[in-house]
């Protein structure tokens, strides 16, 4: 088993029980691959309808980006609802605008029904750096608006100042519906709900093999009557049908020595934020009083070598007087992308249901599909039926091009960030 990356919710995470590995034979009515949020989501919905569950993970429960993500609840998918449109029709459009903000909803349901410590916090802001983005952030408002959403507020740079103490924005829009969490602690609270509701989760226990509804791992056999398959960004090459849908993207994060009265200065009302470019920078504070800062893409996968480095100028940009500050964290993961930047459901044969693709926007992502996954396995195929029928495109190049692909894009797009275009 790999311990967890030295991040700041490691340091931080709330006791986990022990969970013991997959050995011999054993059997549930549904098996789920992979205990990030998609996975737990989709357990504990079939747990809380009284399905047997039992959930595999590689190495820990919330190991992968579930664990060490921006902690940042943003509605919404990566993919705009004006793309979506275009790309699949205005009724697809319509019925994902119908579900952007579930998710959101969901994780809300599930720390106040089960009581978990996870430090949730209202309120996100979108940050603007130019007027082309203001611009964006209006049409954006005005296009949620027609699908019935009327959550944005839009702020100019004055009133971004009342949430961000920062000189470098021309302005932004609040989401007061969004807002922030310990990610790690919600994947642990989330286990042990499934756990409570009788639903087991093996540790140290990969994905070896997959034989329809039988998945073999390095000790053990679990057979299922449905398998659900929610390794994302770090499933590899186990399930080769999924291999080429999706690509890993590093990002990466760092979290700063506590500021104590500083931290309140720096962010007033306590909200999480991101801004509008490209490569985008996003932050909050965490409990403590510590600035968690991410930012950047490696495309592929890989880690940079320095990520304290490669993140600092970009934190004392935004916050000059903390030039100098202590990073006492620094860490990278992957999330998984999409070509589309649309989430992917589907099945892959009879009872083999799969989910992915988030493209940075798992949070919400992962627990609406988790829902949308269980009311399919329990019956209802209506919501399933219309992501599943979303057709999806490969990388140019497959994984390994595709790979020197995006880095191309991204430099265009991040140029262009720079240049204000």
Not at 216 to 227: E, M, S, Y
Request: contains cysteine.
């Amino acid at each position: 088993m790999i311990p967890y990356p030295p991040s700041y919710y490691a340091a931080s995470a709330n006791p986990a029980r022990p969970r013991p590995a997959l050995q011999g034979e054993h059997e549930a009515d549904i098996g789920v691959v992979g205990a990030g949020y998609s996975g737990l989501s989709t357990a504990l919905h079939l747990a809380e309808r009284g399905y047997s569950v039992a959930v595999i993970e590689a190495n820990k429960v919330g190991w992968g980006a579930s664990g060490r993500n921006g902690g940042q609840i943003v509605n919404g998918l990566n993919a705009g609802l004006d793309k979506i449109a275009r790309n699949y029709g205005a009724e697809r459009a319509a019925f994902v605008g119908g579900l952007v903000q579930e998710g959101g909803r969901t994780i809300r349901r599930i720390v106040s029904d089960y009581g978990i410590p996870c430090d949730l916090k209202d309120g996100n802001l979108f940050t603007a750096y130019t007027g082309k983005h203001m611009a964006e952030f209006e049409a954006k408002q005005a296009l949620w608006r027609t699908y019935g959403m009327d959550d944005h507020e839009m702020l100019d740079a004055e009133g971004v100042k009342a949430h961000v103490a920062s000189d470098v924005y021309a302005g932004g829009m609040l989401d007061r519906t969004g807002g922030h969490l310990h990610p790690l602690n919600l994947a642990l609270g989330e286990a042990e709900a499934i756990e409570d509701l009788g639903g087991r989760i093996f540790e140290d226990s990969a994905l070896v093999r997959q034989e329809g509804t039988v998945l073999h791992t390095a000790d053990g056999v679990l057979r299922c009557k449905g398998v659900v398959l929610c390794g994302n960004a770090y499933l590899g090459d186990t399930v080769p049908a999924l291999t080429n849908r999706v690509m890993p993207v590093s990002t990466q994060m760092v979290t700063t020595e506590p500021l104590g009265a500083r931290a309140d200065a720096l962010l007033p009302t306590d909200i999480c934020v991101e801004d509008a470019r490209y490569i985008l920078d996003y932050f909050r504070l965490s409990a403590d009083k510590r600035l968690i800062f991410g930012g950047g893409t490696v495309y592929g996968g890989a880690d940079p070598a320095d990520v304290r480095a490669k993140l600092l100028p970009n934190l004392e940009k935004v916050f000059p007087q903390l030039k100098g500050v202590a990073l006492d964290y620094a860490w990278s993961g992957n999330f998984a992308l999409s070509f589309s930047r649309v989430p992917q459901m589907g099945r892959l044969a009879d009872g083999v249901y799969f989910a992915h693709g988030y493209s940075g926007h798992g949070v919400t992502g992962s627990h609406l599909f988790g829902r949308i996954l269980a009311d399919a396995i329990h019956g209802d195929v209506s919501q399933f039926d219309v992501f599943a029928g979303m057709r999806w495109l490969p990388f140019p190049g497959g994984r390994t091009f595709g790979a020197q692909y995006s880095t191309v894009g991204s430099w265009w797009y991040g140029l262009r960030d720079r240049l204000g275009v």
